[in-house]
């Protein structure tokens, strides 16, 4: 099977974002962040916030949280798009039982699928590792109707690790929101005491 793809900046940016957001402690302190500047902010407007002295440290935290957190990952994923030229050209995928051939427009490539280290599908994208760090941006929309394909060809064909179960995909949203339901029982906690 072929496919062939083109990875806009923006799609990039998308999934910059999915891949870093998908932490459990950054989700913990997407979701903390907010809520220690907005108390923040409502003490020294006025609101009485049971503290023992000035949240500072509460203010600057959640504004580092709340703004520098995303920024940085922005220019991060700017950084990275615009200095990796061969992420930016038309790239073709040639797909059969015993390796991988990927063809772009300043290079070309051949692996085994023995080489892989794993693939990972998440969210709109397929992502096929070299190496721990290292992997092929394929956006599911260019498989069409050969998704359903591939995903056969990876599970019976190789023994690659990969994310393909849904018992996989659902134990990992657990373990992406356990602080998120960590941090409300605690606050639950903190305010039933009260």
Same mark, same amino acid.
């Given at each position: 099977?072929?496919?062939?793809?083109?990875?806009?900046?923006?799609?990039?940016?998308?999934?910059?974002?999915?891949?870093?957001?998908? #932490?459990?402690?950054?989700?913990?302190?997407?979701?903390?962040?907010?809520?220690?500047?907005?108390?923040?902010?409502?003490?020294?407007?006025?609101?009485?916030?049971? /503290?023992?002295?000035?949240?500072?440290?509460?203010?600057?935290?959640?504004?580092?949280? /709340?703004?520098?957190?995303?920024?940085? /990952?922005?220019?991060?994923?700017?950084?990275?798009?615009?200095s990796?030229?061969?992420?930016?050209? #038309?790239?073709?995928?040639?797909?059969?039982?015993?390796?991988?051939?990927?063809?772009?427009?300043?290079?070309?490539?051949?692996?085994?699928?023995?080489?892989?280290?794993?693939?990972?599908?998440?969210?709109?994208?397929i992502?096929?590792?070299?190496t721990?760090?290292?992997?092929?941006?394929?956006?599911?929309?260019?498989?069409?109707k050969?998704?359903?394909?591939?995903?056969?060809?990876?599970?019976?064909?190789?023994?690659?690790?990969?994310n393909?179960?849904?018992?996989?995909?659902?134990?990992?949203?657990?373990?992406?929101?356990?602080?998120?339901?960590?941090?409300?029982?605690?606050?639950?906690? /903190?305010?039933?005491?009260?």
């Amino acid at each position: 099977m072929t496919i062939k793809t083109k990875i806009l900046f923006k799609d990039y940016l998308r999934l910059s974002y999915q891949m870093n957001y998908r #932490n459990p402690w950054i989700i913990f302190l997407s979701c903390v962040g907010p809520i220690m500047f907005i108390g923040s902010i409502m003490y020294f407007i006025g609101f009485k916030i049971p /503290v023992d002295e000035p949240p500072y440290f509460q203010l600057i935290l959640g504004i580092f949280i /709340v703004i520098v957190l995303p920024i940085s /990952v922005y220019r991060n994923a700017r950084k990275n798009y615009l200095s990796n030229k061969c992420l930016q050209e #038309n790239i073709t995928y040639e797909i059969t039982d015993d390796k991988l051939k990927v063809v772009g427009e300043s290079f070309n490539s051949e692996l085994s699928w023995d080489k892989m280290y794993r693939i990972t599908e998440f969210w709109k994208w397929i992502l096929i590792f070299q190496t721990r760090n290292s992997a092929f941006l394929i956006p599911k929309s260019s498989f069409g109707k050969e998704l359903y394909e591939f995903k056969e060809l990876i599970i019976n064909k190789t023994h690659i690790k990969t994310n393909f179960s849904l018992v996989k995909k659902g134990f990992s949203l657990f373990l992406t929101l356990l602080p998120i339901l960590f941090f409300i029982l605690i606050a639950l906690v /903190v305010f039933i005491s009260k």
